[in-house]
């Protein structure tokens, strides 16, 4: 367990109050994200390539699952989950209010990834495709983490 060195602002006994963290609950719980992150992208990338047959981050040549490119979109989506549990860990360690500044800070994270593959020469429609598993892998992220932190820790009056 780890304590915030930092005191939270009172509730409405003007009381402060202390985030504790248990870490090992938060990161099993991070692990558990990086598994769900990274089955979202197989079966987004299955989705897009097995029903419209669009190829997402490779050619359709490839098959329904892909090549390489599709573990490697797995393997990042996890990382991704992995780095996000981190930066909330980070946050609830050292700010006030660290779920709104991980929902900012994720949500913009999300914007980037979804906009990234319409800077690239791809079809339309890989695009669309690339967008919408980057969009539901974030959302993926963005829910799960904040939800394993919210049960990982406890807020004592200090």
Known sequence: MTTS??????????ADRRI???AGRLWTGGLATAVVAALVAVVGVLFAR??????VLAPTEEGTLGNASTARLAGLAALAALA??????LLLLS???????????????????????????????TKIATAVISL?????????????ARSATRISTG
Request: proline share 10%; aromatic share 10%; net charge negative.
């Open 50 to 55: 097995g029903l419209f047959d669009v190829p």
């Open 84 to 89: 996000a549990t981190g930066l909330m860990h």
């Open 5 to 14: 060195p930092y005191p939270r602002q009172g509730g409405d006994d003007g």
């Open 95 to 125: 700010t006030p209010r660290p779920w709104r500044f991980f929902t900012w800070i994720v949500s913009l994270l999300v914007v980037v990834a979804v906009l990234l593959p319409f800077t690239t020469d791809a079809e339309l429609d």
């Open 136 to 148: 539901v892998i974030g959302l993926a992220i963005g829910t799960l983490v904040p939800a394993v």
């Open 20 to 22: 504790t963290v248990n």
